[in-house]
């Protein structure tokens, strides 16, 4: 028994592989890119639209509403990431209801890799929102010494998040297989609903707790930006 | 070891693309969508909201003109009725008017058949009374009368003042034809012979004279010479006495006929019943 997909690999040359944690990932990238292309390929502007489409409006404008109300004043610009990283947790978990898939998510490779995109991530947009200069300085506060720890804070959360991701997808996987062996059919059925229930919510964890670092890292000077903006507006009103 | 790091490497580029891709395939348009209907939406509540605007004015316009309308209406109205009002009184008035002065022209035209009628009846008994008249002198005529009649005749000749007296005799002088005379009856001889004496001593002259008679002067005498007459006759008394009634009855007056007389009472009676 695996404890990873990780672990069964397809193809193998040198230090390039083909294992099931990227073909399943390929799989889910094509069925998102895929559903996607086929349902916006006819968009409907108008009142009456086909329910796919209100589906991923729903979807769309639900992960748009959750970012706006953690904080982030521009939602569009960080739908990308962080939307897509809430679809591809959720389509990893809920895809588990496929009868021999192992959710991508289950491998620490795959939740490390998000981590990580996080831990880029949120320093970007700091930077992007704020100047390099001023995000670096926001980890020396409220005191120079206060940087190690703001930093070791960094790191440990996206530790905390890689790990917390796996050990739940994992787990779920896991516990459902034991099951398997020893009651074959109740418990495996309402350990998978179970399982999809804690994949969605660790899916809107992930991607809130992604939000909320990412808000944290542009929110540095925000008073000093909401000023800069009362300034244009006044100037605008002259 | 857990971590594989090729495929941490491999998922964050795998990652990477899956965001770039929905990113192109899935949000972008949803939000374009969702902001196409949602200016569409907004423009249509703009719209509707622009047309209700409009139809607000419209309305307030469309009952303002109303109100006007209706106040110009009441005014022509009231103006129509003033109007009218004045035209009744006014046709009424001319219409009593007339009626008055229809009735006063019937009452006069009355009047004028009421006078027409006892002028008549006077001529006719004028003309019964004449005719008794003439009928007892002709009877009671004859010779002894007309002897009478000479008589008075003569007295008469002599009595003629002396313009009359030199008219006649310059008449009888300068005419050819003998003196004519004439009575209703026959003169007896002697009565010739006076007459005859009497013009020679009144008029100078022994001119021969022709008698005649003529019935119609009733009773009486005349002497007629070249259109000049001396008569005293009973006939020319009842004639003198016929025109001075004449030009009595027949003094100019609103003569009517019968029948203007009926028209213009019906006209009255016809007014007087519309006015009612």
């Not at chain 1, 925000?222 to 100037?235: A, C, G, M, Q, Y």
């Amino acid at each position: 028994m695996n404890l990873s997909p990780d672990q069964v690999v397809f193809w193998q040359m040198g230090f390039f592989k083909l294992n099931a944690t990227i073909a399943y990932t390929w799989a889910l990238m094509i069925v998102l890119v895929l559903g996607s292309k086929l349902v916006t390929r006819k968009l409907s502007t108008q009142l009456q639209r086909s329910r796919w489409q209100n589906l991923l409006e729903i979807i769309v404008t639900g992960i748009k509403q959750q970012v706006s109300e953690v904080g982030l004043q521009q939602p569009e610009k960080y739908i990308g990431f962080l939307g897509t990283l809430f679809l591809f947790v959720a389509m990893a978990s809920l895809f588990t209801i496929i009868p021999g898939y192992e959710p991508p998510t289950g491998s620490l490779s795959t939740s490390a890799a998000l981590a990580i995109c996080v831990l880029v991530a949120v320093p970007l947009y700091g930077i992007e929102e704020s100047g390099l200069t001023e995000y670096l300085r926001a980890y020396m506060k409220p005191t120079f010494f206060m940087l190690p720890f703001n930093i070791i804070s960094e790191l440990s959360r996206t530790l905390a998040l890689a790990v917390r991701l796996f050990g739940n997808m994992m787990s779920g996987t896991m516990i459902l297989a034991i099951l398997l062996t020893i009651t074959p059919f109740l418990f495996p059925i309402v350990m998978s609903a179970l399982g999809l229930l804690t994949g969605m919510v660790q899916a809107y964890i992930f991607s809130i707790l992604a939000t909320v670092y990412i808000a944290a890292a542009t929110r540095v000077h925000k008073p000093k930006i909401e000023s800069h903006k009362k300034l244009l507006n006044n100037d605008d009103d002259n | 070891m857990l971590i594989d790091w090729f495929t941490v490497i491999a998922q964050v580029v795998n990652f990477l693309i899956l965001v770039w891709l929905l990113k192109h395939f899935l949000y972008q348009p949803i939000l374009n969508a969702i902001d196409a209907r949602e200016k569409r939406i907004a423009s249509e509540i703009a719209e509707a909201d622009a047309k209700k605007t409009e139809a607000v004015k419209e309305r307030d316009e469309f009952r303002q003109k109303n109100e006007t309308f209706d106040q110009q209406r009441s005014a022509h109205m009231n103006q129509v009725m003033e109007e009218a009002k004045t035209e009744r009184a006014q046709l009424l008035d001319a219409a009593r008017l007339e009626s008055e002065d229809l009735r006063t022209r019937l009452q006069a035209a009355l009047k004028n058949e009421q006078h027409c009628l006892n002028d008549a009846l006077s001529l006719r008994a004028c003309e019964e009374v004449f005719a008794i008249a003439r009928k007892v002198l002709t009877e009671l005529a004859g010779t002894t009368l007309e002897e009478r009649m000479t008589e008075i005749f003569l007295a008469r000749l002599r009595e003629l003042n002396d313009a009359e007296m030199a008219g006649l005799k310059s008449a009888f002088l300068a005419s050819n034809s003998p003196l004519l005379v004439r009575t209703a009856f026959e003169l007896p001889t002697e009565q010739c012979a006076a007459i005859e004496a009497a013009s020679k001593e009144i008029l100078g002259s022994d001119k021969q004279l022709k008698f005649e008679t003529a019935p119609d002067l009733i009773s009486g005498i005349e002497i007629i010479v070249d259109g000049q007459k001396i008569a005293w006759s009973i006939a020319g008394y009842l004639a003198s006495l016929a025109k001075s009634v004449d030009s009595l009855l027949k003094t100019p007056d609103n003569l009517q006929s019968k029948d203007e007389i009926i028209d213009i009472a019906d006209a009255a009676q016809e007014i007087d019943e519309n006015r009612a």
